[in-house]
Every structure is written in structure tokens, then in C-alpha cells.
């Protein structure tokens, strides 16, 4: 029997949630909105939606489920939370990074971290970021944070390089 899942991130939005459900399940493989629910008559004097407008989206992305809330616009993202996107090759890093960081702010790119154009903050890292940064030889990690504080976009090469200590 397959485990479920007992923790749901859920984003708030002002009015984009399905938008933004939407653009996610385009960018990762494997995704798919799974549920729609509209706000009805029932506590317009504390939530002030119209009657049919959607209240909240549930996704998953890649098997990870997700809610999306039209909460509005009383709360919006910060960088105090981050979405991870491990990638396995330079080309899938590169097709995360530009499919979510189209639209986003360019002042919020640095050290792997961008904003997509919703506000929430990804972080679009390579697997093999945490045993480099974890090595236990701290020459070669802190060479890779020196690297990696340097770059906008993560180039795996660069960071292999600066791990071995050929940069």
C-alpha cells in the first residue's frame, strides 16, 4: 500500500492560485492539478470572494502534492521559505532555472536562488551540492562556497572544478 502523504506545503495567493498551479504542473513532468474547490455563500463577511471563484487548487508536482489557496491579498511570499529542485544534469538545472525564474524578478537570482513570477522563491541546486558542501575536507568544501557564492545560476562544472580544486 502506497504511503500517503502527510504534509502539504500550501501556497497562498491573492487570486492567482490556479494560474499558478497551472504554470507549475507545465514546468515539472509528471504533474497534474488533481483538485478544484470554489468559494460559495457560506462566510463571505470573513473571506469577501465572490460566490464560484476558486478557492483552492490541489496539485502535485513529480508525485509531491501541493495546495494552492486564493486567500488574497493579506499575505504574500518571502525568501524565509524556499522550494528545493535537486537536478541530476547541468541541462535539467538550466530548464528549471530558466522556466521558473521566466517572469521573476532578475535581482532576486543569486547563489542558485530565484524568484518565480508569483514571488515564491526556489532554490535550483544540483544533487551533488550537499556531499561537496559536506565534505569532511573543509579546503574542499568552503572552495565550493566560494564558487557557489559567486554565480547566479549554478554551473555544476564550476563547482566540480572548485571541489577538486582546479579553479
Same mark, same amino acid.
Given at each position: #500500500? &502506497?504511503?500517503?502523504? !502527510?504534509?502539504?506545503?500550501?501556497? =497562498?495567493? @491573492? /487570486?492567482?492560485? /490556479? ?14 492539478? !488533481? ?10 463577511? +470573513? ?16 508525485? %509531491? ?7 488574497? &491579498? ?6 524565509? +521559505? ?7 544534469? %547541468? ?5 528549471? =532555472?530558466?522556466? *521558473?525564474?521566466?517572469?521573476?524578478? &532578475? ?5 542558485? =536562488? ?7 522563491? =526556489? %532554490?535550483?541546486?544540483?544533487?551533488? *551540492?550537499?556531499? #561537496?558542501?559536506? @565534505? &569532511? ?5 568552503? $572552495? ?9 545560476? *549554478?554551473? +555544476?562544472? !564550476?563547482? %566540480? $572544478? ?6
Amino acid at each position: #500500500m &502506497p504511503r500517503i502523504q !502527510t504534509i502539504t506545503p500550501c501556497l =497562498w495567493f @491573492d /487570486h492567482q492560485a /490556479h494560474a499558478a498551479a497551472q504554470f507549475y504542473c507545465s514546468v515539472f513532468e509528471q504533474s497534474h492539478i !488533481t483538485h478544484i474547490s470554489h468559494y460559495g455563500k457560506a462566510g463571505f463577511e +470573513i473571506h469577501g470572494r465572490p460566490e464560484g471563484s476558486i478557492m483552492s487548487v490541489a496539485f502535485e508536482l513529480d508525485g %509531491q502534492g501541493f495546495s494552492a489557496l486564493n486567500g488574497g &491579498p493579506l499575505f504574500s511570499f518571502n525568501e524565509a +521559505i524556499s522550494l528545493q529542485v535537486h537536478c541530476r544534469s %547541468q541541462a535539467e538545472l538550466d530548464h528549471y =532555472w530558466n522556466a *521558473l525564474g521566466f517572469g521573476g524578478p &532578475p535581482e532576486a537570482q543569486r547563489c542558485g =536562488w530565484l524568484k518565480d513570477r508569483f514571488g515564491l522563491s =526556489w %532554490q535550483i541546486v544540483p544533487q551533488c *551540492l550537499t556531499p #561537496m558542501i559536506c @565534505d &569532511p575536507d573543509p579546503a574542499r568544501s568552503q $572552495r565550493v562556497m566560494q564558487a557557489l557564492l559567486g554565480m547566479k545560476k *549554478l554551473d +555544476i562544472a !564550476t563547482l %566540480q $572544478r572548485a571541489f577538486d580544486g582546479k579553479s
